[in-house]
């Protein structure tokens, strides 16, 4: 899907382990552990910049510091797929059920937040228990009557 808009190798890659994560993340047994969630991912992207973080994105599960592992993995202030996939992922995985926290983990770091809090809601609303809050729901604009419900 990438390939239209971005030819770049690594924006392919990055494409593709969102849309992997989405897919995993989508389990109707429920969500994978964060760990599950990443190694699943590796595994399906090609070596790469983009895997290359993602794997220290694994390895980083365990920092509770948003900033921390944003400076370490990037997060879009690049704007290139492996500075901002890794950290969005990493913050999808441990948010898995929890749309809210992962919009607010990801957005506080700053960057390209728009990109990684979009690769972030993607990713945790595709699962069973990560819908947006309500009041959130609630508060969107209509969509156009031009658009097919």
């Given at each position: 899907?990438?390939?239209?808009?971005?030819?770049?190798?690594?924006?392919?890659?990055?494409?593709?382990?969102?849309a992997?994560?989405?897919?995993?993340?989508?389990?109707?047994?429920?969500?994978?552990?964060?760990?599950?969630?990443?190694?699943?991912?590796?595994?399906?992207?090609?070596?790469?910049?983009?895997?290359?973080?993602?794997?220290?994105?694994?390895?980083?599960?365990?920092?509770?510091?948003?900033?921390?592992?944003?400076?370490?993995?990037?997060?879009?202030?690049?704007?290139?797929?492996?500075?901002?996939?890794?950290?969005?992922?990493?913050?999808?995985?441990?948010?898995?059920?929890?749309?809210?926290?992962?919009?607010?983990?990801?957005?506080?770091v700053?960057?390209?937040?728009?990109?990684?809090?979009?690769?972030?809601?993607?990713v945790?609303?595709?699962?069973?228990?990560?819908?947006?809050?309500?009041?959130?729901?609630?508060?969107?604009?209509?969509?156009?009557?031009?658009?097919?419900?």
């Open positions: 899907s990438a390939y239209t808009t971005h030819q770049h190798r690594e924006a392919v890659v990055g494409a593709m382990a969102v992997a994560a989405a897919a995993l993340a989508a389990d109707p047994a429920g969500p994978p552990s964060a760990e599950t969630l990443l190694d699943g991912v590796i595994a399906l992207v090609p070596r790469s910049a983009v895997g290359a973080g993602l794997r220290r994105a694994r390895d980083m599960l365990d920092y509770g510091d948003a900033a921390t592992v944003a400076a370490v993995l990037g997060c879009g202030r690049r704007t290139s797929a492996h500075d901002t996939v890794p950290f969005a992922l990493w913050s999808a995985a441990r948010a898995l059920g929890d749309y809210e926290k992962g919009f607010w983990v990801t957005s506080q700053g960057g390209d937040v728009d990109t990684t809090c979009a690769i972030v809601g993607g945790v609303a595709s699962g069973k228990a990560g819908s947006p809050p309500a009041a959130w729901l609630e508060a969107t604009e209509e969509l156009p009557e031009w658009v097919p419900a």
